[in-house]
């Protein structure tokens, strides 16, 4: 083994010398919290298709009314019941404007002698279905997120409070929540309606009224289990007052559960909303939402229904997706599911 060592030559061994300044340097990049989970959000699949879906549909909402000539509210009988006629399609006897006249099927465009081009077909009333639908489907978003943000924001203050504060302020506000679990959402709902003028804010205000507990229960666990831990009593420990402990402890720390249950809160306001208009308690006519252009559609299921398909795909696309992003926030949010 000697003789073997002998014979490599000495340019073969190097001298490595290593500078203690840099002897624990970090080569990759430091990720924040956010920059992390931003990772971990994009290797699950289904939550970033649910984001290009929701983007697509916002988007629509917003432009869909504008990219045909027809007022969303304008009647106009003669044009009727009309099926969907899109052009280049209709070569493909796809959304051709075939339709049922008694027991035949024929070209109801050329029956009615018009010569215009409805993607959507048109309701009893003769509105064109296409514009009315990425209507109601702004009023419906716009609908869900202020009734979702203003639950969020009375949830956390008050589940906030109530934890932070603990003893007798929290079993008052405790009292308080469990008499309103105990009264049914539906109640308290139809009777804001009818003390209240119908209209987007009422329906807003009566989602609001009780959509606020079940976060309240969250933020108050959450600050529950961090507000006895040993950074929240070093602060208090050092004199930091308690607006800012709550601001820079406590908040950041439960911001991810937060934004993980406003993300489940937005379909459930979608799904209400679209009920309440179902029955008869939400938007009147001739404003439109989902709910009131699935009211309109079902009744003519049997004869028209691709004014019931078109409402009831996107709610259901809107639903999917919120929950799909908001399972994938839930997973990328949460430390216990890192890699």
Do not use: C
């Not at 956010?34 to 984001?51: C, E, F, G, V, Y």
């Not at 050329?110 to 009315?132: A, C, H, N, P």
């Not at 996107?314 to 949010?333: H, K, P, V």
């Amino acid at each position: 083994m000697t003789n073997n060592l002998e014979k490599l030559p000495k340019d073969s061994f190097e001298r490595i010398t290593i500078d203690s300044t840099h002897a624990e340097k970090i080569t990759k990049p430091s990720l924040s919290f956010w920059q992390d989970a931003w990772l971990r959000i994009r290797k699950n699949k289904a939550a970033i298709i649910s984001m290009f879906i929701l983007a697509f549909i916002v988007i629509m909402a917003f432009v869909g009314p504008y990219m045909v000539k027809f007022d969303p509210q304008e009647v106009n009988v003669t044009h009727a019941n009309l099926p969907p006629k899109i052009p280049g399609l209709e070569k493909w006897g796809i959304a051709d404007g075939q339709g049922k006249l008694g027991t035949k099927t024929l070209d109801i465009y050329e029956v009615k002698k018009i010569d215009e081009y409805y993607w959507f077909g048109t309701d009893s009333l003769g509105r064109d279905l296409f514009s009315r639908l990425w209507m109601g489907t702004r009023i419906s978003l716009y609908i869900a997120l202020v009734a979702a943000i203003i639950d969020v924001f009375i949830g956390v203050l008050y589940g906030g409070i109530s934890a932070y504060y603990g003893g007798r302020t929290d079993d008052i506000m405790q009292r308080i929540v469990e008499v309103l679990i105990g009264i049914p959402t539906l109640v308290i709902v139809i009777l804001m309606l009818l003390v209240m003028e119908p209209g987007i804010w009422a329906i807003i205000i009566a989602i609001s009224i009780t959509g606020w507990i079940g976060m309240s229960r969250i933020v108050r666990g959450q600050v529950l289990k961090f507000k006895n831990q040993e950074f929240v009593l070093a602060a208090k420990t050092l004199g930091a007052s308690d607006s800012r402990i709550i601001g820079k402890h406590l908040l950041p720390n439960i911001m991810a559960i937060i934004i993980i249950n406003m993300m489940f809160t937005i379909p459930t306001a979608i799904f209400f909303e679209a009920f309440l208009s179902f029955i008869g308690l939400g938007l009147q006519a001739p404003a439109a939402s989902l709910g009131t252009l699935i009211n309109d559609g079902y009744k003519f299921l049997e004869y028209q229904p691709h004014m019931l398909f078109f409402p009831a795909v996107l709610i259901s696309l809107l639903m999917i997706a919120f929950n799909l992003i908001g399972d994938g926030l839930r997973d990328a949010l949460d430390p216990k599911m890192k890699d």
